[in-house]
Structures are given as C-alpha cells and as structure tokens.
Nanobody, 125 residues
C-alpha cells in the first residue's frame, strides 16, 4: 500500500501563486507516475498534470499549460505542483494520484491506483 498526503492549499487572490505538495509513504517503490487532478463541486475529477518516475517527462492539461509546473523529489518521496497566475476557475479540491505501472504517463483518473485526501484551493477575484 501507498499513502499520499497533500498539503499547501489555501485561499489566494487571482493572479497569485500556491505550491502544493504530495508526500508519499509506504511501498513507494511500487509506484511510478505521479499525477495531480482537481475536482470542483458537481464536476468530475479532471486531469491537471503528471510526471514520470525520473521526472524527465511531464504532461499538462491545456488549461494550465504555462502556468503550472509539476516536479518531484524522489529522495523525499514528494511531488510538487507550482501554480502561478491563478484564476477563479482553478478553484477546486486538488488530489494527488500514484500509478503503479512503469513507462506510462496517463491523464485518466481511472489509471491511478492510490489517492490522497485532497487539498482545497480557492481563488478569489
């Protein structure tokens, strides 16, 4: 089993920045790709960004390209999401996910095996 704990959410004004963290524990050697997703009330869980085990490959949703950056520190078993130029439409609960499969960079939530409890991000105008 792998446990994921997100942190770093909060209330920020439009145009501001936040950095989310996702700390993994347990059998972390069993997971490879890490991803960030978000879910607004009444909506499905949408893909935000994903990063390969080495950090050499990343993929982003079109809505966040150029504003968000995903990174990871495997020595600390932590994945980050730097969010800049935040907009009201970025308001959501942000979830970290872990995929056990090697060599894939999935954008669908159904492919991820482990999830954190989420952290709320609220962007005010």
């Amino acid at each position: 089993q792998v446990q994921l704990v997100e942190s770093g959410g909060g209330l920020v004004q439009a145009g501001g920045s936040l950095r989310l963290s996702c700390a993994a524990s347990g059998r972390t050697s069993s997971v490879s790709t890490m991803g960030w997703f978000r879910q607004a009330p009444g909506n499905q869980r949408d893909f935000v960004a994903a990063i390969s085990w080495s950090g050499g490959r990343t993929v982003y949703a079109d809505s966040v390209k150029g504003r968000f950056t995903i990174s990871r520190d495997n020595a600390k078993n932590t994945v980050y999401l730097q969010m800049n130029s935040l907009k009201r439409e970025d308001t959501a609960v942000y979830y970290c996910g872990a995929d056990r499969r090697l060599g894939v960079l999935e954008t669908g939530a159904r492919y991820y095996d482990y999830w954190g409890q989420g952290t709320q991000v609220t962007v005010s105008s």
